[in-house]
Every structure is written in C-alpha cells, then in structure tokens.
C-alpha cells in the first residue's frame, strides 16, 4: 500500500489556511488542504435564510485584507469586489435623525454639526491620530511578532526596525501610542468628545468579537486594531465584500488551487500523528493516514494541541498554558429575509445611506451595560448590533425588491443562567433583536420573510471555533503580538517539530483577512529551508 | 524680608515629609509647609472621639521602602511595625476562608476548601515573590523618557531594556501578563477557590475605580503584594499608634536633620519669576523665599492651582487636566463597646487580630463595581476590616475597640451628590453587609465616622478622594505619572519639583515618589 505523502498538509480551510497553502503550493512544495466542511471559508460563508435569500452566516466583514494578498491571489481578477460605501457607518437614534459618519472627515464634519459642534470641531483632529496609531499596528502586523526578550543579538536587531517605527512617529504621537494601548475606548473617546451617540458608535469598535466591556482596558487597542488599513476618517466596515463575505474565500481558494495546492472538502482530521516530538501526517475520519513533512494548522490552538495531538506528546506545562488561552466568544448573529427594507427614523428605506454598516449603539453606557448582563452569564436586554444590507450591493442575494439583513448581536452568552443555551434562549435571543430594532425602524417586524439565529455555541459547532470566537481567541493585551498564542511561541513554530500554525489565533490575530497565514508561511519556509 | 530657605516643601504628606528629611539630611534648610493642623495627610492618627483613636485614612502599612526606613532611621524616631498576621473572609454559608500567618495551617486550611489550590498556593507565592523583586528596582527608578534621545535617557532605557532582558523569558512574559490582565483571569488560570480569588484579587481593586474582571487590575495586586516588612513580601502590618505614628516618624527624622515643619500654614501660590520659582506665598498674604518648592500635592493641584496654567505648556496642562483620578473607596470608623462576634468563627480569637475581608466572590466584587460604574455606591460592598485596638490596646478605653472599615465603591461623582442623607445611608449600608457576618456589630456600635471620597477630598485635598493622587491605570505609570514628558519630578518651572504619589511610582504609604524627588532635586543642584 502506498501513503500519500506531501511537504506540507494544512488544517482548516479558512482564509488563513487558504492562504498558507496558497503560497507554501507557490514555493514549490506539494500541498494538500483538508477541510472538514464542504465549502472553503469555514466562518466567512453564506446561507439560504429561506429560499430565495442568501446572507453572509456569520461574518459580513472580511476585515483588512492586506495589499500582499490581493496581489498574490490576483484576487481583482478573481471577480473580488471590495465595497467602499459612503456613508459608511449610519447610527438611527429612536426620535431623532442619525449620526452619519461619512468617508470624507470633512464631510462627517459638517454631519457631526447639528449633535455637537465641539465634536465636530475635534473630528478631524482625532481621526488622523487614530490613523497615525493605526499605521504603526500596521506596521507590526506586516511582520511576525516582535520578540521582547531575545536570546542572541541577532533576535535583538530585530527589534530595531519596531524601534524605528516607533520613533518616527514624532515624541508626542508615540507617547500617545504608549498612553492609549492599555486604556479603554470610554475613557479614551471621553477625552475627545462628549456627544453620547458618536462616542456609542465609535466605542463600537472597541468591543468588535471581544467579551469586554468599552470601559475595560484594552479596548482603546481594539479599536486602532479594527481601523488597520481602513482610510483616515473610516471607522467600519474594512472589508465588506459585494456578495458578501463567502466571495473573498472562494476567490482565494480558487486561486490556491490555481497555485498548485490540492484541497480536499469534507475531509475533518481527527489526530495529529506525532512521534519523539516530530509531527509526521494526519488521521482522517475514516482512518486514513496522510504524511506529510510539515503540518501547518488553522485550527485555534486548543483545539490543534489538546484536541489533535495525543496528550502524552506535549508537555503538561505548555497544555496548561494552551487550556489557559481565553476565547470567550460573545458574539451572536441574527439574519433576517426582508419583504422590503425597513424604515429608520431620519432615512426611511433610503438605500443611498444603507450601503455601510447601521449601528444600534447609543451610548458608552449602552453597551457596558450590554456588557455586564454578559458578564454574569444572562441575556442582554438592549444589545449592540452592527446591521448591513448585504442585497443593497449585489441585487442577486434576494428576489426583486427584496432584503437581506446582516445582523451582529454582541453580546450573546455561552451559556444561558448557567445552563446549557437551547432553541427557546435562540428564539429569545431573536425577539430580542427584533424588539432592539424595532424602536428604531418601527416597520421592521411586518416584513420579515424568515431569518436564521445563531448563538456562539451555534457557530462553534457549525465552524468548528472554540466557544464561538471568531478570532479563536480574544485580542486582550495579554493575547496579541509576541503573547499571541502563547508567550514564547508565538512565531507559528510549535513545541512539536514540524507542526506550525497558521490561524487568526496567531498574530497578527482575527478581523486581517489571511494575515496569519501570509506571515507563517514565512516562518515556515525559513524553517524548512533549515532542517 | 521674607524668611528665605533653601527648599520649602507643600504639605507635610509621608512623601512631602521624605522628601524634605533626604534634603535636611543633605544640609539643605529646609521648610515644609502643611495647611491642616497636623502632619501626615492621609496618613494620620486622631483621636475622632474621646478615648477613641483612629488611622482616619490610610490604616495599614507595607509599602513603606526598606531604604527609606533604614536612611532616615525610622525606627529610632518611633516607627514599630505590628504585624497584621491573618485574613478572615466569612462566608455567606456561614463557613470562611482564612489566611493564616502559619504556612502549614493555612495550607489546611486552603485545602478544606481546594486541595488543588492548596498544591497551587505555594508556587503561585513563589512566583509573585518573583514578580516582585523584578518590579522592585523599577520602583527605585526614575523613570527615563523613551522618546528623548540624550545619551543619558537614552543610557536609562537600555538599562531598563537589559533588566528587562535579564529576567528571562518566563519571568518577562509572567510581568507582561500581570501588567495587562484581570486579577480575576490572572487568578483563574491558579485557582478555582472563590472566597479565595475574591479575597486575592480584591486587593488588585483597591483605589482603583476598576472591577477584578477589569484589564489592568493584575498589576494593582501586584503593588500591593510588594509590600515589605523586614524583607518579608506581602506583610501588611499595623504601626503602633495608628498610621500618624509613621508620619509622626518620618517628621521627627526631617526634624533631626534640621528641617522646619509648620502646621497651618496653607499654601496659596507658587511664586514665579522669569519661568523660575522664588518660593510660595500662604493664604495670609506671607511670603517665604526658596531656591527650590517642591510641591507633595497631587498634579491637578500643583499644576492647576499653586501655578498659574498660563504658564505651562498646553500639553502638560491638558494632560493634567485628563489625568483620571475617581476616587472610589470610602472608610467607616467605628467606636465599638465590645468586640466582634463573626458567626463563622464566634467570640475572641486570633481572627480579630487580622484583617476581615468581605469579598465571598469574584462576582460580589464584580457586582459591587457595576453598580458604581453608573454613579452608585454599592449596595453590598467589598470591605476590608481591622480591629487596630487589637494589636494595639492604646487605640481605645481598656475593654472597649476601635474598628477601621475600607469601603469600595463608593465613588466620588455619586448621582445627586454626597448629602449628609446619602453619606448616613452609605455609611448604613456598610454596617449592614458586616453584621451578616457578626450580628452582634449594630448593638456594639458607640460612633461611628463616615468618610466618604469627598471627605477624603476636603480634609486632605486629595483630589476627587483618589487615594493614590491618582488612579494606578496603566497609562498612568512610569513615564506616563502624571504626564508624558514630566515624569522626572521635575517641572515646567525652574525650581519647582514634584514628590507626590501622582508621580512614579504613586500611591500607598511607600514613599519612594519623595525619596526619588529629593535626589533629582540633589542632583539637578550638584550640576
């Protein structure tokens, strides 16, 4: 009998496998991708909510992409259309019109007149800080992650060029930098505006896929990591995809077979072969073992260390540290088939403004509030929704005249009370949504067609994601840059020779469209040139 | 002619009283000028009710740097430590869990509750001992400005990069996680006890308007593990006669190197000429001349209102003006005619010479914090109790106690103002929540003092009752204490110093913000 053999076998088809299997098939080496679904993508997909409706399932927003990737992947010529909608955030008040961010500052200017003209003023001012904050992250996420403490000059010089950027951002944007990475958004956008819906809508961003609160610390560096790449003055969407977010990953693994890489739909992995601390191959489902020489895995970390390798070949110490790793996923979606589009106060059904993202964000202390329901494990009365009107850019998701909405509800519990979370806590969950967004589009709960509800247990089990986190593992301080996944490992190599990873669980971490798996790929090929 | 001296210090707190001994000590002429009736600040013993004597404010000591204890001579001067040797954390359930000085019985005791973290403890305490001596020089350390480029600052941040370095990988990355955690994450990933997290991690939310599940709480714990006392790590002790014996202390080692100390004396101005200080004036008109001022209050006050803003940089006084103070805690003295009787531990015993901690649950903390975050006091909240006439009978008339209660949160911008209606109901509250623990609190009561963050405020000028001079946040540390660019106690104006614990490396009784003032301020005169 002969076993298949390859350089390099790749866990987990999303973006970020994609990508690494993409580009180790460019490098020359036999790649083969096992998916455990029947699409690539894994979260970055699309379901029928009722026939005729198709909506992004769980994420409408493929996040930065970086300019590598587009060009490697020849992405624009793959049909990829990224949307730049104008205005690109739209938050309705219940009686009043609404915040509309616009992608020109300027133009947001003159919006943010008539709710503060001192905000207004101010603006401009904190926008370009932002980006200038924003540039330098970007910086770090071009690269692997920075080592602190080094074991040899050489790991010391690599420090400089993150010295050198970190300087030329002048004394006083860097002592910024330094001052506002730790803080939270609340006491950051506090510091700058006092309008309470402009610091709701912009707080939003602070608490994107994360269990915190806008008043935890932390969440300052949340929303400069979610503005990487986006234009000066652009809060969200990063990466809104016409036809949603399903086309991003179907162009790339299109493109990655075009590379040379083979991929293989339906094919879950259910251990890691590993011997005296060398992975070899994988065990399929059916019990078919592929080798390989490497073994690169998109799969979260816990799930690629406690559930795929046996246990007796890691070190007790270094599994402790991987079950220590916090997901807390608290992100729930909601999506709904329209008979036609809802009225907002101020827009009616208006489709020029609801191109973007509408948020349902009124205040700091609405979402802390939503927060601390969460945080004792209880339903949230008034959550926060980020919506979006997937069929506004691509007529083809819905019969003729009719919606599709796209909605992100934060923040839903893994549990419910302590108990495990059923149909009725999904349907409640619904309701919910439904009554949030009904007192601010009063019309919305006479023209739903259908809709699909899915709690983090939802997507953890359809995308096999580690208590639902869309980025398999929250961005906490203590979890990004050279702690991300774990402090000491966090240059994709593992404690097991031959086995890397490659997923959002990596730095640079979740909401960059294949970032971890451009940079492992890098990793990884130094690593194979060595041995 | 006005009296000239060669540095007068603004308030006679524990750090303007170092401050001005390490400059005495050098044989400069020293002035400290303090506006209440007596020295200390926060750190003072009065005798609120007759017979009855109370650390009114700050009430335990652990902080204080074992340098400055030995430079000054503390103890000659009076200093006696008395340790506080065990925690008691009562229990709803009528159970407890207590910390006991003896290792081996509180490993029992520990594993009555969790055999696990009874295996934990030992190592955990190991590695925050570690954690601790890799702070500690940073915490001797001015700290340098990553963004100057002088060889000197420069020489400063390699120093710190190769301490940093030098700790290793497991110990670097062990910092990095504590300086950026929850204390409740940092505490899961040890522990499943939770009256024992609570009890933990309840010291990473002291003086911080932040829950235990708040990033940035870890370090706060970590601060108050450092405490030292004869080099034994995480001793709290209580200073015979009250914390205004220590303060007493340190003032009569300034006195002995020839430093002037006058009460009453309220500071009104810093005196400026030519971008350069000539002294201060008091509130009634009298001027007194100094080369050098060197201000102990927090930074919205020396920069605010003892110099004149106008001529400050527009970076410095907007940083200023964003520093986060937010007072939060509260304390509740009591007068009592009997001791104590806990439910879980009835009657007398070594408990009541500890400290009580009530703080069954992370969340109880937790809850405790959210209802503060929308401008509340907590309806149950987190209290730390010491009986002080426990360890030191003079406190109180033989057979009668004294009890200091630390209350949070109590927070300074409370909804509607701090009444006299709302501070009484506050002050309730608290005697409510202890006697679930000891029924028999209410009937033992003979006074009670209530002190809440305004209190704190107008007494001792501590800006919105921030007992620290300023929240311990991350993006208030080191070079970032209190502003970006000033964090070398030095300031705008030529002469003028900072020593207050709104400077690095802040707040408790640690002193260290005074000691590093006066050796820049040595320094900068010896160039």
Redesign the interface.
Known sequence: MTQKSYDAIVLGGDANGLVAAGYLARAGLRVRLLEAREEPGAELSQTEVVPGFRCDTAVHDVGWIPPAILRDFGLASRGLTPLAPDPSVVAPQRDAPPLVLWREPAHTQEALRSHSSRDAERWPRFTALAHRLAGFLRRLYENSPPQ???RGATEGVSLLPLAWHL?RLG??D???L???????VA?WLD?WFENDLLKGTIGAGGITAIR?GP????TAFVFLHHLVGADVGVLRPRGLIRGGAARFATAVAEAAEAMGATISYGEPVLQIITRDGQAQGVVLSDGEEIRGRCIVSSLDPHRTFIELVPGDQLDPHFARAVS?I?FRGSVGRVNLALERMPRFHGIDGDPSQLGGVISISPSL?YL??AY?RV??GQHTHRPYLECVFPSLNDESLAPPGKHVMSITVQYVPLQSNATAWTGADSEALEQTVLETLSEYAPNLPDIIAGSEVLAPNDLATRFGMREGHLYRGEL???QILF?RPL??WSRYRTPIEGLFLCGPGCHPGGGIAGGAGLLAVREILRSLKKS | MPSQYDAVVIGGGHNGLISAAYLARAGRRVLVLERRERVGGAAVTEEVFPGFKFSVFSYVVSLLRPEIIRDLALPQHGLHILPLESTLTPLPNGDYLAGWADPDQARQELYRHSPRDAEAYDEFGRVLHHMAFAVKPILSMVPPDPTSLTPNELRGLLRLGRHFSDLGEERFYGLYKLMTMSSADYLDEWFECEPLKATKSASGIIGTFLGPRSPGTAYVLLHHYMGEIDGAFRAWGFAKGGTGAVSEAIANAARSFGAEIRTSATVTDVLVRQRRTSGVVLQDGEEVGAKTVVSSLDPRRTFLQLVDPDLLPEDLVSAVRRFRFRGSSGKVNLALSELPSFTCLPGMGPHLRGAISVSPSIDYLERAYDEAKYGAFSTRPYLDVVIPSMIDPDMAPPGKHVMSIFVQYAPYDLTGGWTDERKEAFGDTVIDTLSEFAPNLKRSILHRQVITPVDIEEITGLTEGNIFQGELGLHQLFFLRPAPGWAQYRTPIKGLYQCGSGTHPGGGIMGASGRLAAQTILKDASR
């Open positions: 602190p403490v080094f300087r004394p006083q860097m002592m910024e330094l001052r506002v990475f730790p803080m939270s006491e510091e915190q008043r935890s610390g932390g220590n916090k202390d802390e509030r601390d945080k004792h906490t301080l203590d702690m402090p000491g």
